[in-house]
Each structure stands twice: as C-alpha cells, then as structure tokens.
C-alpha cells in the first residue's frame, strides 16, 4: 500500500471494501447460534455475499495503484477502514439484526453512491452487488419489523442495538469532509444531500418500527480520521486476524 | 404475514419448464421465507422460485403425504 494519503476514490473504495469484509467476519460468527437453522444459513450466504464483494472492491483499488495482496493481507487492525459499528463483535442476536439494518443499510447507499459516477468499474460492478444486497436488506427489515413489534425484551434490545451503531455509521456515510467534497466535484460519487436521501428511504421506514428518526441522530464526527473516513479506534485485533488469514498465511497459495 | 410456519418451495431452471418442489423452509412470515428460500437453495442458478405456506396445498388424491392434514383439516382426525 502507498505510503501517501489516499486519493478521494481511493479512500470511498477502501472504506467500503474493508467494512463489508468486517461485516462479513461479524455475520459469519453467527452461522451457528442464531435462532434457527435457516438463519445460520442466511448469515452463511450473507457473510459470502459480503467477502465476495469485498474482494471485488480491492481488486478495483488495483487500477488507482494498490497492491490487492498488500492492502489484503498486511495491514494493522489501526489502518483499516471500516465503519466503526463493526469494530466489536456482536453481542446478540439483536446487534446481529440492527447492523443488517443500520451498517448494511449504509453500505448499499455507499455503493449507490458510485454505480453511477464515472469510475467504470464501478458502474460495471456495483449494480450486481445491489442486486444480491436486496436480500439483505429484506432479511434485516423483516427480522427488525418482527423483533420492535414484539413489545418485549427483543424490542428494547433491537432499539437500543441501532441506536448504539447509527451515529457512527451515519458519520461514516455522510463524511462532510474535503476529500468527500472532492469525490462530488469530480463525478465520482453522489452529493452527501441526495446520500441522505436515500439513506432516509432505505433505512427509514424500517427504522420507524422502533420509533427511531434518522433526523433525531446527531452523526459522531468526534475525533474524526479524514485518511480512514471514521471516527477513532480500530477494529479489534481477532477480527483482523481473520481478516488478514494471518493464521494459514504459510499455507496461502494463489 | 402469515404468521410461523413452514413453506413448501417450487423453482424452475428455466422459463417455460414445469416448477419442481425442491424442499422446504421454516419462516415466521412471508418476507423471512422468501429470503430464506432463496438463500437456502441457492446451489442452483434459478430462473423463478415462489414459496407456498404448506397449509395452502391442498392434496388432490392422497392424504397420506406431507400436505394431507390439509385435506382432512386442522383437528380433524379423519
């Protein structure tokens, strides 16, 4: 990886790469353990719908003059990227619900952001990976309708787990920075109000079934790290570990 | 929604082929089973995939399969 700062593009495409490989690490722990069979399966096919699209946005950095390998496998955990909601594992079932919601929410409206800017392998990639996110986003809202209509324990808990990710994420989406300012001018991304606006269509209405308004959160810009698009702290080591394959890295072959 | 239940799942390869049942899925409600469906038998390239909630299929000449209780009805020893 280039010692310099990265470029506008290359820090939206990284930010989105590395979160969705985080995410897909967070929703892989809970193959086993959800509440029935046919979650651990979602969560599965969800977690290799994420490490796919992951590996595509690397692969796109090559042609901004990235090492793919390099920015895979041998950065430290304080390098990455990724939103901030995803830096702890998830403690419930009910984390597990309201990151589908709130940080895979807000990864679709990233990558809407591009599919129609002027990085070609954006326009040609992004669209099929909304496509496959659609599920998710129905997986999330059924599952965090169900959960804040029950009225019991779940319902508290589903609404205190997004309230807990949205600030973050939402400054992680919006970033009201130069380099995103830069992003817009030159055609790459769309401007932070039409962001808005979509983020508003995609999460509000699910949203509103914990009574929780997007206009209510205030986005957590404290602390702010331009280079990574986030707010401070790092994901936690394990997960990097994972991330990286540190483990196995003797046995890689490719 | 209908409410907790199981869902039978048809698909079909391509268009024009009849739709096969190719198995099941336990859902809360409509949205969940769809999702689960078709992330459950995505081994295939599907061109079409519905789900049935079990209690809508209606056997026609025998009440000993999956779907008979439906025929002889909710509480119905018979």
Same mark, same amino acid.
């Given at each position: 990886?280039?010692?310099?700062?990265?470029?506008?593009?290359?820090?939206?495409?990284?930010?989105?790469?590395?979160?969705?490989?985080?995410?897909?690490?967070?929703?892989?722990?809970?193959?086993?353990?959800?509440?029935?069979?046919?979650?651990?399966?979602?969560?599965?096919?969800?977690?290799?719908?994420?490490?796919?699209?992951?590996?595509?946005?690397?692969?796109?950095?090559?042609?901004?003059?990235?090492?793919?390998?390099?920015?895979?496998?041998?950065?430290?955990?304080?390098?990455?990227?990724?939103?901030?909601?995803?830096?702890?594992?998830?403690?419930?079932?009910?984390?597990?619900?309201?990151?589908?919601?709130?940080?895979?929410?807000?990864?679709?409206?990233?990558?809407?952001?591009?599919?129609?800017?002027?990085?070609?392998?954006?326009?040609?990639?992004?669209?099929?990976?909304?496509?496959?996110?659609?599920?998710?986003?129905?997986?999330?809202?059924?599952?965090?309708?169900?959960?804040?209509?029950?009225?019991?324990?779940?319902?508290?808990?589903?609404?205190?787990?997004?309230?807990?990710?949205?600030?973050?994420?939402?400054?992680?989406?919006?970033?009201?920075?130069?380099?995103?300012?830069?992003?817009?001018?030159?055609?790459?991304?769309?401007?932070?109000?039409?962001?808005?606006?979509?983020?508003?269509?995609?999460?509000?209405?699910?949203?509103?079934?914990?009574?929780?308004?997007?206009?209510?959160?205030?986005?957590?810009?404290?602390?702010?790290?331009?280079?990574?698009?986030?707010?401070?702290?790092?994901?936690?080591?394990?997960?990097?570990?994972?991330?990286?394959?540190?483990?196995?890295?003797?046995?890689?072959?490719? | 929604?209908? %409410?907790?239940?199981?869902?039978? +799942?048809? /698909?079909? &390869?391509?268009?024009? #082929?009849?739709?096969?049942?190719?198995?099941? !899925?336990?859902?809360? %409600?409509?949205?969940?089973?769809? +999702?689960? /469906?078709? &992330?459950?038998?995505? #081994?295939?390239?599907?061109?079409?995939?519905? !789900?049935?909630?079990? %209690?809508?299929?209606?056997?026609?000449?025998?009440?000993?399969?999956?779907?008979?209780?439906?025929?002889?009805?909710?509480?119905?020893?018979?």
């Amino acid at each position: 990886m280039t010692d310099s700062a990265p470029s506008p593009l290359a820090r939206h495409i990284l930010s989105l790469a590395d979160t969705k490989r985080l995410l897909g690490i967070r929703y892989s722990d809970w193959i086993l353990g959800g509440p029935s069979i046919e979650t651990g399966i979602a969560a599965s096919s969800m977690a290799q719908d994420e490490w796919g699209h992951a590996r595509l946005l690397y692969s796109m950095l090559k042609r901004l003059g990235y090492d793919p390998f390099e920015v895979e496998h041998t950065r430290p955990a304080e390098r990455y990227y990724s939103a901030p909601a995803l830096d702890d594992p998830f403690a419930d079932w009910a984390d597990f619900v309201a990151a589908t919601v709130v940080v895979d929410g807000a990864l679709s409206v990233a990558l809407e952001s591009i599919a129609g800017g002027n990085f070609p392998l954006a326009r040609s990639r992004v669209p099929k990976m909304l496509a496959e996110e659609e599920y998710h986003h129905q997986f999330g809202a059924a599952w965090f309708q169900r959960l804040a209509g029950s009225g019991g324990e779940g319902a508290a808990r589903v609404a205190a787990a997004a309230r807990a990710m949205l600030p973050s994420t939402l400054a992680w989406l919006l970033p009201g920075d130069g380099l995103y300012r830069d992003l817009v001018a030159d055609g790459s991304a769309l401007s932070l109000d039409a962001v808005r606006d979509r983020c508003e269509a995609r999460l509000g209405p699910t949203l509103s079934a914990a009574r929780i308004r997007l206009d209510d959160i205030e986005p957590a810009r404290a602390g702010w790290d331009g280079e990574r698009r986030r707010g401070p702290g790092a994901p936690a080591e394990e997960a990097v570990e994972r991330a990286r394959g540190d483990r196995n890295r003797d046995l890689f072959v490719e | 929604m209908t %409410g907790e239940g199981v869902y039978e +799942v048809f /698909a079909r &390869k391509k268009r024009g #082929e009849p739709l096969r049942h190719i198995g099941y !899925v336990d859902a809360p %409600g409509d949205e969940l089973a769809r +999702v689960y /469906a078709w &992330k459950t038998y995505d #081994e295939e390239k599907w061109f079409e995939m519905c !789900v049935v909630p079990r %209690g809508a299929v209606i056997p026609v000449n025998r009440d000993d399969g999956p779907w008979g209780r439906n025929r002889r009805g909710e509480g119905d020893d018979g």
